[in-house]
């Protein structure tokens, strides 16, 4: 219901989630993760921020797809620091031994006009395919 609502009318995942909270149903990292994008398409960085202050009194830790959401989010925002911390935490102590991530790096990277980051990603991406056509 709430990917149905968050692509018709967002309004309604509302009612969603209170009918979840009156029947003590606790939200899971995907409910929490289209949270994210809903607020992060309106703008809404107090909502945004609230979400993870929620997430984190659930003991939820986000994964890849969520860090990447919310590291866009905070890239459309303009908030690069922010952006860029997630990313840097994403990519880990070795982007060779995390290339899965790579896909997800690139795009947000470049909206943050890093060059820098975009080339070493870039590179990346092209050394594991140049990889695959060699197999």
């Known amino acids: 219901m709430l990917i149905l609502y968050k692509r018709t009318d967002w309004r309604k995942m509302i009612d969603v989630l209170l009918l979840m909270e009156k029947e ?35 003991g939820l830790e986000s994964d890849l797809k969520f860090q990447s959401v919310l590291a866009r989010d905070y890239a459309n925002l303009g908030i690069k620091e922010k952006a860029k911390s997630i990313l840097n935490e994403m990519e880990g102590d070795n982007l060779n031994e995390n290339k899965r991530v790579c896909s997800s790096l690139f795009p947000i990277y470049a909206q943050l006009g890093s060059s820098d980051d975009v080339k070493r990603v870039w590179e990346m991406l092209l050394d594991n395919l140049i990889h695959l056509l060699e197999k």
């Open 24 to 58: 003590n149903i606790k939200p899971s990292l995907f409910t929490y993760r289209l949270l994210i994008e809903t607020k992060g398409q309106s703008s809404d960085l107090a909502g945004i921020e609230q979400i993870l202050e929620n997430m984190k009194g659930e």
